[in-house]
């Protein structure tokens, strides 16, 4: 059962949206995975050609190297290497140019199949141990299935040859244009006990626009990545006392409260009501729900009085205390609480990242019990309000709808009105969604909600789920009907944001820190000219705190321009500039963020107009 089946939300559901090269890079340890030339896109076999026409290139310019693996990745394709000294980035300009001599060679890529014996002493004699190691597992592994050792094959071109199952193109003159990125260090197969070795890391694509724009998003990405901006916009950081736990400062939670606020006024609208319920909670709830035989390793644990309680990893099963501190009659569905839980998960720290990937965070969850019959309209309004949401940042969601798996708990009928119901609210909504059969969770169908940022790179934030089994099988939730009868509710569960900090996450990459005026967390700056400017500026913020705006005044002897400057590049949304002039009328001429001078107003109008767009909530 994996946390996103479990859960509402996993921070790691989008494990592999991550641009970054060395991110995307799986570590291999075993055998297998070690030989597997991972050609699972049909760019695969280039990828994995130019990292054969690398590996030659260093071979040629570097005697003696010894050969880790060569395997394509997502947009690219990396080598290891252990050679005599580290590489620097002059280095990569020699590989490239010697790559693209081969290129020009044309070598055909040819493949050979060796007898066992054979093949290993080849690599022996070519003082390639890591080839010879792989060798020896494969060898090993057969053994002890009671097999003879494996055949070997190898692919050549030109004068390289490598220990390769293939698939490669069809000669070195096939491979488009590439470039060598980066050097990092890499432990063989993952483990820091073995040596270790130096990756180059390339990307090669079909066409030369397809390589510029490659390489303009990622430069793009490392400029929007929220890790930098996060320091940069004074928003959060991090620190090794609690890994993966953001500390917010105090404009990172303006930014996160006031994305908190705007869902508790849709939620208010929407009928919700808030609980809150316990971080630290009873193992013998979790051996309720499942969680204990599940997913026990992901939750910290902790002992008092010789009990063992967990930090929650998510809100779903205390929820149903609430429900069930009533009878709840038929009149009282849907029943809505919402809830801003703080959950934990035991996340290795190796794979902590950033606000996307973190071990503490909290999710704008909700559990909706519903009678079956009100699945479609609780649904289809749901989704409205995700619309809604997303339309504050400009974003259009994306839904997949995952129908019943294999393994499904609970009545198949009731799967099947559940399905039914989620789909037509689909088709009502008007949204585009994707179908994903069996992709639904064991104990409910679900809708996964997906968006695509400005570098087109996709990102699942939430889902909503319609629970025919876990929360009203396991908790033996009930309600009275119009008979007087018992019967079962259906538990949706569902974020929006999804997990808050993820959320803010992709925002920050999505805008490139210039968030929304309406959620900003500094407004707008008063930058008063001169000294004597200083008094009517922080009259004018007052001015607009009264009506809620978030307003700073530069009150630094630094120079108008520099004050200009600084506020671009805190990415403030308006610069209010006063002098004599302004000063005289009570008026300001708002400029943006982005260079826009607009007419001047009365600082009330100011403040009015303000506070009319903080509440439109548009993306702008
Ligand atoms: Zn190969
Ligand atoms: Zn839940």
Same mark, same amino acid.
């Given at each position: 059962m994996s946390a996103a089946e479990r859960g509402d939300v996993s921070p790691a559901a989008a494990a592999d949206v991550d641009d970054d090269l060395e991110f995307a890079a799986a570590r291999k340890g075993s055998a297998e995975e070690l030989l597997d030339a991972d050609a699972h896109d049909p760019l695969d076999p280039m990828r994995h050609s130019a990292a054969h026409v690398m590996a030659e290139a260093v071979m040629d310019l570097f005697p003696g190297t010894r050969l880790g693996i060569g395997p394509a990745i997502e947009g690219g394709f990396y080598y290891d290497f252990e050679m005599a000294r580290p590489l620097t980035p002059e280095d990569l300009g020699a590989i490239e140019t010697r790559m693209a001599a081969s290129v020009a060679a044309d070598h055909p890529f040819v493949r050979r199949e060796w007898e066992p014996d054979e093949g290993r002493a080849f690599l022996e004699a070519a003082g390639q141990p890591y080839k010879v190691e792989i060798l020896d597992d494969l060898r090993a592994a057969a053994a002890q299935h009671g097999e003879p050792p494996p055949p070997v094959s190898t692919y050549q071109h030109g004068p390289f040859i490598d220990l390769c199952r293939g698939p490669h193109v069809e000669s070195t003159g096939r491979l488009g244009p590439f470039k060598l990125l980066s050097v990092a260090g890499a432990y063989w197969r993952g483990s820091e006990e073995r040596p270790m070795l130096q990756r180059i890391y390339g990307t090669v694509w079909s066409s030369q626009e397809e390589l510029d724009l490659f390489l303009w998003r990622r430069d793009e990405a490392r400029k929007r990545d929220h890790r930098r901006l996060g320091v940069a916009l004074d928003l959060f950081s991090f620190h090794d006392v609690s890994p993966g736990s953001a500390f917010w400062h105090p404009k990172g939670w303006t930014l996160y409260r006031t994305l908190e606020a705007a869902m508790r006024e849709l939620q208010e609208r929407r009928g919700y009501q808030e609980i809150y319920t316990p971080p630290l909670v009873h193992q013998k709830l979790w051996q309720q729900s499942g969680h204990w035989d599940h997913y026990r390793e992901h939750m910290f644990l902790v002992e008092a009085e010789e009990q063992t309680f967990s930090l929650k990893p998510m809100n779903c099963p205390e929820s149903t205390f609430i429900y069930k501190s009533r009878v709840r009659s038929y009149r009282e569905l849907p029943l809505r609480l919402s809830e801003y839980g703080k959950l934990h998960r035991n996340e290795l720290s190796g794979v902590l990242s950033g606000l996307t990937r973190v071990r503490h965070f909290v999710t704008d969850d909700a559990h909706i019990f519903v009678r079956p019959d009100q699945i479609g309209t609780e649904i289809e309004a749901l989704l409205g309000e995700v619309r809604e949401a997303y339309s504050w940042f400009g974003l259009e969601p994306t839904f997949t709808f995952g129908t019943r798996p294999e393994k499904a708990l609970g009545d198949p009928a009731l799967w099947q009105t559940a399905e039914a119901l989620m789909r037509e609210a689909l088709d009502r909504s008007g949204m585009r969604y #994707?179908?994903?059969?069996?992709?639904?969770?064991?104990?409910?169908?679900?809708?996964?909600?997906?968006?695509?940022?400005?570098?087109?790179?996709?990102?699942?934030?939430?889902?909503?789920?319609?629970?025919?089994?876990?929360?009203?099988?396991?908790?033996?939730?009930?309600?009275?009907?119009?008979?007087?009868?018992?019967?079962?509710?259906?538990?949706?569960?569902?974020?929006?944001?999804?997990? &808050?900090?993820?959320?803010?996450?992709?925002?920050?990459?999505?805008?490139?820190?210039?968030?929304?005026?309406?959620?900003?967390?500094?407004?707008?700056?008063?930058?008063?000219?001169?000294? #004597?400017?200083?008094?009517?500026?922080?009259?004018?913020?007052?001015? &607009?705190?009264?009506?809620?705006?978030?307003?700073?005044v530069d009150e630094s002897s630094n120079r108008m321009q520099n004050k200009i400057r600084l506020a671009q590049e805190q990415k403030v949304p308006y610069m209010l500039v006063l002098g004599d002039r302004e000063i005289e009328a009570r008026t300001a001429s708002p400029r943006t963020r982005a260079g826009e001078q607009q007419e001047p107003l009365a600082w009330e109008a100011l403040a009015e107009r303000l506070a009319e767009q903080t509440a439109a909530r548009r993306p702008d």
């Amino acid at each position: 059962m994996s946390a996103a089946e479990r859960g509402d939300v996993s921070p790691a559901a989008a494990a592999d949206v991550d641009d970054d090269l060395e991110f995307a890079a799986a570590r291999k340890g075993s055998a297998e995975e070690l030989l597997d030339a991972d050609a699972h896109d049909p760019l695969d076999p280039m990828r994995h050609s130019a990292a054969h026409v690398m590996a030659e290139a260093v071979m040629d310019l570097f005697p003696g190297t010894r050969l880790g693996i060569g395997p394509a990745i997502e947009g690219g394709f990396y080598y290891d290497f252990e050679m005599a000294r580290p590489l620097t980035p002059e280095d990569l300009g020699a590989i490239e140019t010697r790559m693209a001599a081969s290129v020009a060679a044309d070598h055909p890529f040819v493949r050979r199949e060796w007898e066992p014996d054979e093949g290993r002493a080849f690599l022996e004699a070519a003082g390639q141990p890591y080839k010879v190691e792989i060798l020896d597992d494969l060898r090993a592994a057969a053994a002890q299935h009671g097999e003879p050792p494996p055949p070997v094959s190898t692919y050549q071109h030109g004068p390289f040859i490598d220990l390769c199952r293939g698939p490669h193109v069809e000669s070195t003159g096939r491979l488009g244009p590439f470039k060598l990125l980066s050097v990092a260090g890499a432990y063989w197969r993952g483990s820091e006990e073995r040596p270790m070795l130096q990756r180059i890391y390339g990307t090669v694509w079909s066409s030369q626009e397809e390589l510029d724009l490659f390489l303009w998003r990622r430069d793009e990405a490392r400029k929007r990545d929220h890790r930098r901006l996060g320091v940069a916009l004074d928003l959060f950081s991090f620190h090794d006392v609690s890994p993966g736990s953001a500390f917010w400062h105090p404009k990172g939670w303006t930014l996160y409260r006031t994305l908190e606020a705007a869902m508790r006024e849709l939620q208010e609208r929407r009928g919700y009501q808030e609980i809150y319920t316990p971080p630290l909670v009873h193992q013998k709830l979790w051996q309720q729900s499942g969680h204990w035989d599940h997913y026990r390793e992901h939750m910290f644990l902790v002992e008092a009085e010789e009990q063992t309680f967990s930090l929650k990893p998510m809100n779903c099963p205390e929820s149903t205390f609430i429900y069930k501190s009533r009878v709840r009659s038929y009149r009282e569905l849907p029943l809505r609480l919402s809830e801003y839980g703080k959950l934990h998960r035991n996340e290795l720290s190796g794979v902590l990242s950033g606000l996307t990937r973190v071990r503490h965070f909290v999710t704008d969850d909700a559990h909706i019990f519903v009678r079956p019959d009100q699945i479609g309209t609780e649904i289809e309004a749901l989704l409205g309000e995700v619309r809604e949401a997303y339309s504050w940042f400009g974003l259009e969601p994306t839904f997949t709808f995952g129908t019943r798996p294999e393994k499904a708990l609970g009545d198949p009928a009731l799967w099947q009105t559940a399905e039914a119901l989620m789909r037509e609210a689909l088709d009502r909504s008007g949204m585009r969604y #994707r179908v994903k059969e069996g992709d639904g969770a064991f104990y409910a169908p679900k809708i996964d909600i997906q968006i695509e940022d400005a570098l087109g790179r996709e990102w699942q934030t939430a889902t909503v789920q319609a629970d025919l089994v876990m929360l009203p099988e396991r908790f033996d939730l009930t309600y009275v009907d119009e008979s007087g009868e018992h019967v079962r509710p259906v538990a949706i569960h569902r974020a929006i944001y999804g997990s &808050l900090e993820r959320f803010i996450g992709v925002l920050i990459e999505h805008t490139g820190g210039a968030l929304p005026f309406w959620c900003a967390p500094v407004q707008a700056v008063v930058i008063p000219i001169a000294d #004597r400017h200083a008094e009517a500026a922080l009259e004018l913020a007052v001015v &607009l705190r009264a009506k809620g705006i978030r307003v700073e005044v530069d009150e630094s002897s630094n120079r108008m321009q520099n004050k200009i400057r600084l506020a671009q590049e805190q990415k403030v949304p308006y610069m209010l500039v006063l002098g004599d002039r302004e000063i005289e009328a009570r008026t300001a001429s708002p400029r943006t963020r982005a260079g826009e001078q607009q007419e001047p107003l009365a600082w009330e109008a100011l403040a009015e107009r303000l506070a009319e767009q903080t509440a439109a909530r548009r993306p702008d």
